[in-house]
């Protein structure tokens, strides 16, 4: 059965469980320090170890992040929450239980708004969505092993983190929508300060569940998709994942509920486990942590954290501003670049904001990846907001030239000096004076006789194509003689003026 007719025939449901490490400065249950990249087995003590007789104390920090992500996706935060132990075999954690939350997470029934487009997906086709939030628990990491020959190596570093899992209703249909909602999110935790959502690291990851039934027949047997560390795997895996149980119930074979991975040098999943059964991970209440009832000062503390989200700031930029979809959205990817913009584009006049954002996402974001800046830290380059906002305003006046307010650009933030001042001192200053303008197209006139002669003739014949060609040819030898410093619009009325009068 070809695709088309699969798409008609058949219906994918998909949903997600991300897992994010809060930016605590120590574990959720204990004091060790939560940081990735230290020696193995250094950010340790007996809590996170699970020694005998250790009591866990609940992280407040953590538990505000994570109440912080819920509000932002509009999620209800329970008057009462508590944890659970989660019980089945851990190689990675020594007590072999993990602390986490099943009846009463504290975030729950919640939704956002998806919208965008993927880049590598469906011809870049604009998607639209609401997706449903089951629920949002915090619970802690587990360590990390390393596998090795035929030895396993386990680093507790990370064992005890804090980790927030965002678990989605089955809304999603495909691998661009799943990829879509990952990045969106990423923004979200960035945007509130609360993850760096480096997937590389393990710091945002995310599981998938993927079904495929009849159409209108509602969910099929479902398989899991574990440990997928980039959004562009969770699309490429998913949409395998689809085309692989489409062909399978095409052929009247039965799709296996069962765990697997991605291969990503084949492109391709492949069985992890067998999972024909829910499994019973005995959840008990934890004895050792009291309920936890957010009160009014908790509560207010997290809503006093809460910023404007990436998508609704992407829609009143481009709104405010006149930007184009693609402009609004580079410049909302992260919140200090989006904060960088909305003070230059303050500061400048109105007419100067399009090269405010034609140079912040063309020559600025170059000469930041070229110095190996990331965008998150453009709060801290040389050009500030103010000093963009002013060369901006001297270009749209006239008082320098579009290649000169460039090269100023760099020389800003190789300098670390306010612009104009470099504009004055390296003598770049567009050139206005009627008379100075006059003395380099006097000289023009002299070397360019010819093409003075070929405009004369072309004016002559109602040739205006040809005319118009000639007249831009020697407007831009002024203004090579010049430096680029000549006003256009004055070199042009006198090339025009020169050629009519010969």
Same mark, same amino acid.
């Given at each position: 059965m070809n695709d088309?007719a699969?798409?008609?025939?058949?219906?994918?449901?998909?949903? %997600?469980e991300?897992?994010?490490?809060?930016?605590?400065?120590?574990?959720?249950f204990?004091?060790?320090?939560?940081?990735?990249?230290?020696?193995?087995?250094?950010?340790?003590?007996?809590?996170?170890?699970?020694?005998?007789?250790v009591?866990p104390s609940l992280?407040?920090?953590? =538990?505000r992040?994570g109440?912080m992500?819920?509000?932002?996706l509009n999620c209800?935060i329970?008057e /009462?929450t508590?944890?659970?132990?989660?019980q089945y075999f851990?190689?990675?954690?020594?007590k072999n239980?993990?602390?986490s939350q099943f009846?009463?997470?504290?975030?729950q029934?919640?939704?956002?708004?998806?919208?965008?487009r993927?880049?590598?997906g469906a011809?870049?086709?604009l !998607?639209k969505?609401?997706?449903?939030?089951?629920e949002?628990?915090l619970e802690e990491?587990a360590?990390k092993?390393?596998?090795?020959?035929?030895?396993? %190596?386990?680093?507790?570093n990370?064992?005890?983190v804090?980790?927030l899992e965002?678990?989605?209703?089955?809304d999603?249909?495909?691998?661009?929508?799943?990829?879509l909602?990952?990045q969106?999110l990423?923004? !979200?935790v960035?945007?509130l300060?609360?993850?760096d959502g480096? =997937?590389?690291?393990?710091?945002l990851?995310?599981?998938?569940?993927v079904s495929?039934?009849s159409?209108?027949?509602?969910?099929?047997?479902k398989v899991?998709?574990?440990n997928?560390?980039?959004?562009?795997?969770?699309r490429?895996?998913?949409?395998?994942?689809?085309t692989?149980q489409?062909?399978?119930?095409a052929?009247g /074979?039965?799709?296996v509920q069962?765990?697997?991975?991605?291969?990503?040098n $084949?492109?391709?999943?492949?069985?992890m486990r067998?999972?024909?059964n829910?499994q019973d991970?005995?959840?008990?209440p934890e004895p050792?942590l009291?309920?936890?009832?957010?009160g009014?000062?908790?509560?207010?503390?997290v809503?006093?954290?809460?910023v404007?989200l990436p998508?609704?700031?992407t829609?009143?930029?481009?709104?405010?501003?006149?930007l184009?979809?693609?402009?609004?959205d =580079?410049?909302?990817?992260? /919140?200090?670049?989006a904060d960088?913009?909305?003070a230059?584009?303050?500061?400048?006049? $109105? *007419?100067?904001?399009?090269?405010?954002?034609?140079w912040?996402?063309?020559?600025?974001?170059?000469i930041m990846?070229r110095?190996?800046?990331?965008?998150?830290d !453009?709060?801290?380059?040389?050009?500030t907001?103010?000093?963009?906002a002013s060369l901006?305003?001297?270009?749209?006046k006239g008082?320098? *030239?579009?290649?000169?307010?460039r090269?100023t650009?760099e020389a800003v =933030?190789?300098?670390?000096?306010?612009?104009?001042?470099?504009?004055?001192e390296?003598?770049?200053?567009r050139?206005?004076?009627?008379?100075?303008i006059?003395?380099a197209?006097g000289?023009?006139?002299?070397a360019?006789?010819?093409a003075?002669?070929?405009?004369?003739?072309?004016g002559?014949?109602?040739?205006a194509?040809?005319l118009?060609t000639?007249?831009?040819y020697?407007v831009?030898?002024v203004?090579a003689?010049?430096?680029?410093?000549a006003?256009?619009?004055?070199?042009g009325?006198?090339?025009?003026?020169? !050629?009519?009068n010969m």
């Amino acid at each position: 059965m070809n695709d088309v007719a699969a798409a008609g025939v058949y219906q994918s449901f998909i949903g %997600l469980e991300v897992h994010i490490h809060l930016l605590t400065k120590t574990k959720v249950f204990c004091g060790c320090r939560s940081a990735f990249g230290d020696e193995p087995n250094t950010n340790v003590c007996p809590v996170c170890l699970g020694y005998p007789g250790v009591l866990p104390s609940l992280n407040l920090e953590a =538990m505000r992040m994570g109440c912080m992500v819920a509000k932002a996706l509009n999620c209800r935060i329970p008057e /009462k929450t508590w944890f659970e132990r989660k019980q089945y075999f851990y190689p990675d954690m020594t007590k072999n239980y993990q602390i986490s939350q099943f009846a009463s997470p504290l975030g729950q029934e919640g939704c956002v708004d998806m919208e965008g487009r993927v880049s590598g997906g469906a011809g870049g086709e604009l !998607i639209k969505r609401k997706v449903r939030i089951r629920e949002c628990h915090l619970e802690e990491d587990a360590g990390k092993m390393i596998h090795t020959g035929t030895v396993s %190596l386990l680093d507790y570093n990370r064992a005890g983190v804090s980790l927030l899992e965002i678990v989605t209703e089955p809304d999603m249909e495909n691998g661009e929508e799943a990829e879509l909602f990952i990045q969106q999110l990423r923004r !979200i935790v960035r945007y509130l300060g609360v993850c760096d959502g480096n =997937m590389e690291e393990g710091s945002l990851r995310a599981d998938a569940n993927v079904s495929v039934n009849s159409r209108g027949k509602g969910l099929g047997r479902k398989v899991e998709i574990k440990n997928l560390n980039s959004s562009r795997f969770v699309r490429l895996a998913l949409n395998h994942e689809i085309t692989r149980q489409t062909g399978l119930l095409a052929e009247g /074979k039965t799709v296996v509920q069962e765990t697997r991975l991605w291969n990503e040098n $084949r492109d391709q999943t492949e069985p992890m486990r067998t999972k024909e059964n829910a499994q019973d991970y005995r959840y008990f209440p934890e004895p050792d942590l009291p309920v936890f009832s957010p009160g009014g000062a908790f509560l207010k503390s997290v809503e006093d954290a809460l910023v404007e989200l990436p998508l609704h700031r992407t829609r009143r930029l481009a709104a405010e501003y006149a930007l184009e979809e693609e402009q609004a959205d =580079m410049i909302c990817e992260e /919140k200090a670049c989006a904060d960088y913009f909305e003070a230059a584009a303050g500061a400048a006049p $109105r *007419s100067a904001v399009p090269r405010v954002v034609n140079w912040l996402l063309q020559d600025v974001r170059r000469i930041m990846g070229r110095d190996g800046i990331a965008l998150g830290d !453009i709060g801290t380059i040389r050009l500030t907001p103010a000093r963009l906002a002013s060369l901006a305003a001297a270009a749209e006046k006239g008082g320098v *030239s579009g290649k000169n307010a460039r090269e100023t650009l760099e020389a800003v =933030m190789l300098e670390d000096r306010d612009p104009l001042d470099i504009i004055r001192e390296k003598g770049w200053e567009r050139i206005s004076d009627p008379g100075e303008i006059a003395r380099a197209v006097g000289a023009v006139r002299a070397a360019e006789e010819a093409a003075f002669g070929e405009a004369k003739a072309a004016g002559a014949e109602g040739n205006a194509k040809r005319l118009r060609t000639l007249t831009a040819y020697l407007v831009g030898k002024v203004l090579a003689a010049t430096g680029g410093r000549a006003d256009p619009k004055i070199a042009g009325e006198q090339i025009a003026a020169a !050629i009519e009068n010969m």
